[in-house]
């Protein structure tokens, strides 16, 4: 049987007709930048992450670049973050000029290790931007903690962790910033990029505002260099229709893992570890294997979709050499980049195709 990592278009036979019917009122308006679809949606996901204010941006890596510059960390200031993570989130500290000071992460959640993080500060420190990641979020108590000792901006990096919660809290709410990503592959994907900057502090949310275009206010009169972080309407009235979906797609994986759990029960496979103080939404379900890269050729062979999330921590990339890291200094990174693998867990899956999945596993491991 042929399963994907991920059928965008089992998901959109669902909502054809109104995405269709929303994208028509906007091209019929002709409002193509910004306007009342984008000022609803903002609202919206504020609402969805108990967050005051709201900022929509072109992509989840601009969400990141925008909170970094707003809150002025460029040459000279140091950024706490984990080397375990998507590029963008070490690559955006590094666009603005700062440096990217990397922690390894906890072997349970693959998050950002607090216990680790306070070692790393030194006076030039400006901020820590944990990764929510999978879906879940990281321990954000001790993080805030730490933060407020040493008066230091938290950007959360929630773009795979939407109306994740921890303790109650929503991702994004907990920090100075929070950053989404609409990416298409996300539990709550656009029809192309996008992204969202979540805050409870209005005077951040009026730079981030300006931020995202230019810096200007009014037209043409600049208060800072800003840049085009701007989130367009077609993907703002897309967003809206999925939004009312989110919270049963999510749910829809949460089964889809709890099936997955219980079927590798008593193997050799490593299941996703979930806090109990977490609530996650997996936006990816993620395994440990021995003889991972091999389980994987074996999947794709036999047409099932998996996919290696991240073989190359950040201290290890080439771009990134010029920091001084090198193999070993962050051994949990780096083991988890040689072991774990992600499996399909998108809500239309069916039992009959998660069986397909464990099946060809079990087989090869057997």
């Given at each position: 049987?042929?399963?994907?990592l991920l059928?965008?278009?089992?998901?959109?036979?669902?909502?054809?007709?109104?995405v269709?019917?929303a994208?028509?009122e906007?091209?019929?308006?002709q409002?193509?930048i910004?306007?009342p679809?984008v000022q609803?949606?903002?609202?919206?996901?504020a609402?969805a992450?108990?967050?005051?204010f709201?900022v929509?941006?072109?992509s989840g890596?601009d969400?990141?670049?925008?909170?970094l510059m707003s809150l002025?960390?460029g040459?000279g200031?140091?950024?706490?973050?984990?080397?375990?993570t998507?590029?963008?989130?070490?690559?955006?500290?590094a666009?603005v000029?700062?440096?990217p000071?990397?922690?390894?992460?906890?072997?349970k959640?693959?998050?950002?290790?607090p216990a680790?993080?306070?070692t790393?500060?030194?006076?030039r420190?400006?901020?820590i931007?944990p990764?929510?990641?999978?879906g879940?979020?990281a321990?954000m108590?001790?993080?805030?903690?730490?933060a407020?000792r040493y008066?230091?901006?938290?950007?959360?990096?929630?773009?795979q962790?939407?109306?994740?919660?921890?303790?109650?809290k929503k991702?994004?709410s907990?920090?100075?910033?929070g950053?989404?990503s609409?990416?298409?592959?996300?539990?709550?994907?656009?029809?192309?990029?996008g992204?969202?900057?979540?805050t409870?502090?209005e005077?951040?949310?009026?730079r981030?505002?300006?931020?995202r275009?230019?810096?200007a206010?009014p037209?043409?009169?600049?208060k800072?260099?800003?840049?085009?972080?701007?989130l367009?309407?077609i993907q703002a009235?897309?967003?809206?229709v999925?939004?009312p979906h989110?919270?049963?797609w999510?749910e829809a994986?949460r089964?889809?893992?709890?099936y997955y759990?219980?079927?590798?029960?008593g193997t050799v496979?490593?299941?996703?570890?979930i806090?109990?103080?977490?609530v996650?939404?997996y936006?990816?379900?993620c395994?440990?294997?021995?003889?991972?890269d091999e389980?994987?050729?074996?999947?794709?062979?036999?047409?099932?979709?998996?996919?290696?999330?991240?073989?190359?921590?950040?201290h290890?990339?080439?771009?990134?050499?010029?920091?001084?890291?090198?193999?070993?200094?962050?051994?949990?990174?780096?083991?988890a980049?040689?072991?774990i693998m992600?499996?399909?867990?998108y809500?239309?899956?069916?039992?009959?195709?998660?069986?397909a999945?464990?099946?060809c596993?079990?087989?090869f491991l057997?």
């Amino acid at each position: 049987m042929e399963v994907p990592l991920l059928d965008l278009r089992a998901q959109y036979k669902t909502i054809k007709s109104e995405v269709l019917a929303a994208i028509s009122e906007v091209l019929d308006s002709q409002v193509c930048i910004g306007g009342p679809k984008v000022q609803e949606l903002e609202a919206k996901i504020a609402a969805a992450s108990d967050c005051r204010f709201a900022v929509g941006v072109s992509s989840g890596t601009d969400a990141i670049l925008n909170c970094l510059m707003s809150l002025n960390i460029g040459p000279g200031d140091e950024v706490i973050t984990t080397p375990f993570t998507f590029f963008a989130t070490v690559g955006c500290i590094a666009r603005v000029g700062a440096t990217p000071v990397l922690v390894d992460i906890d072997p349970k959640t693959y998050n950002i290790d607090p216990a680790q993080i306070e070692t790393a500060v030194t006076r030039r420190t400006k901020a820590i931007l944990p990764v929510h990641l999978f879906g879940q979020m990281a321990d954000m108590d001790p993080i805030l903690g730490i933060a407020s000792r040493y008066d230091l901006a938290v950007i959360e990096d929630a773009a795979q962790s939407i109306t994740s919660t921890y303790k109650g809290k929503k991702a994004g709410s907990i920090g100075t910033a929070g950053c989404f990503s609409f990416f298409p592959s996300k539990n709550l994907g656009g029809i192309g990029d996008g992204g969202m900057v979540v805050t409870n502090d209005e005077a951040l949310y009026k730079r981030l505002m300006l931020m995202r275009n230019h810096g200007a206010e009014p037209k043409y009169y600049h208060k800072f260099i800003g840049a085009n972080f701007r989130l367009d309407p077609i993907q703002a009235v897309a967003l809206l229709v999925k939004l009312p979906h989110l919270e049963a797609w999510s749910e829809a994986r949460r089964r889809n893992a709890a099936y997955y759990n219980e079927r590798f029960a008593g193997t050799v496979v490593q299941t996703p570890f979930i806090s109990p103080a977490c609530v996650t939404i997996y936006n990816q379900y993620c395994i440990r294997v021995p003889r991972r890269d091999e389980v994987v050729a074996h999947l794709k062979a036999n047409k099932i979709g998996c996919e290696i999330y991240y073989p190359v921590p950040a201290h290890m990339q080439e771009c990134f050499s010029y920091l001084g890291y090198g193999e070993g200094d962050f051994p949990q990174s780096e083991k988890a980049a040689d072991e774990i693998m992600a499996l399909p867990v998108y809500p239309e899956l069916t039992d009959e195709m998660k069986d397909a999945v464990v099946d060809c596993i079990l087989t090869f491991l057997r």
